[in-house]
């Protein structure tokens, strides 16, 4: 019988990655990394602001069309509690604290009324709590006030129609009452005006313009 020479097993090639290959994949994504992060970032607050804009601006549309179908008044109003109207003459007019929308009868008290919890005449249709990361600046904080044909309800020669700022706060400064925003390249904020008929245009605010209208 013949002898056979005993086989030797070959070894296993060990599969992974060396220190090298190691170091370069950690270097590439934080490459990726340090390129995607400020990109996400901008993409977020850019978001914020059409948010906030988009739910002011449909909030008055909204505010709009009840005063129309319901046939009162319709009125909005800067909230910090969703509870009471904070009106006040002294700057800063944000709206960035949040906002209540109410309606109320057609009397002799005329429109632009502050909502009142004891009055049994009027209605809260809708609140917004804070918005983080934006300010929302208006031309004033008196009550915004729609009639039964839709139209916004001006008082005096200085309020003919209304206009919103929204903007982006830097990191570091995103809590509300803060410092207005600003408008850059990366982000830039958007601006809406409430005219005397209750249309509502809304445009894009010029890079490096004020975020206070």
Not at 57 to 77: E, I, N, P, T
Not at 94 to 105: A, H
Not at 122 to 141: E, P, W, Y
Not at 179 to 195: H, V, W, Y
């Amino acid at each position: 019988m013949a002898n056979h020479a005993e086989r030797v097993p070959m070894p296993r090639r060990v599969v992974g990655f060396t220190v090298v290959e190691l170091m370069v994949t950690v270097l590439v994504l934080a490459i990726l990394l340090a390129v995607a992060v400020p990109s996400f970032r901008s993409t977020m607050r850019r978001g914020s602001v059409a948010n906030a804009m988009n739910t002011i601006s449909g909030d008055m549309q909204f505010a709009r069309g009840q005063a129309a179908s319901q046939h009162r008044f319709v009125s909005l109003c800067r909230s910090a509690d969703g509870a009471t109207c904070a009106v006040t003459s002294t700057s800063p007019y944000n709206y960035d604290v949040g906002w209540i929308v109410y309606s109320y009868d057609v009397t002799a008290a005329g429109a632009n009324q502050v909502y009142s919890a004891t009055s049994g005449n009027m209605d809260i249709l809708r609140t917004q709590a804070a918005l983080k990361g934006v300010s929302l600046r208006a031309t004033d904080t008196a009550v915004i006030t729609f009639n039964q044909t839709g139209g916004f309800v001006t008082t005096g020669a200085t309020r003919t129609q209304l206009t919103f700022v929204a903007c982006s706060r830097p990191k570091g400064s995103e809590t509300v009452d803060s410092a207005a925003g600003t408008s850059d390249s990366g982000t830039q904020g958007t601006t809406m005006t409430l005219r005397a008929s209750g249309s509502i245009i809304v445009n894009p605010l010029p890079v490096g313009s004020s975020c206070v209208p």
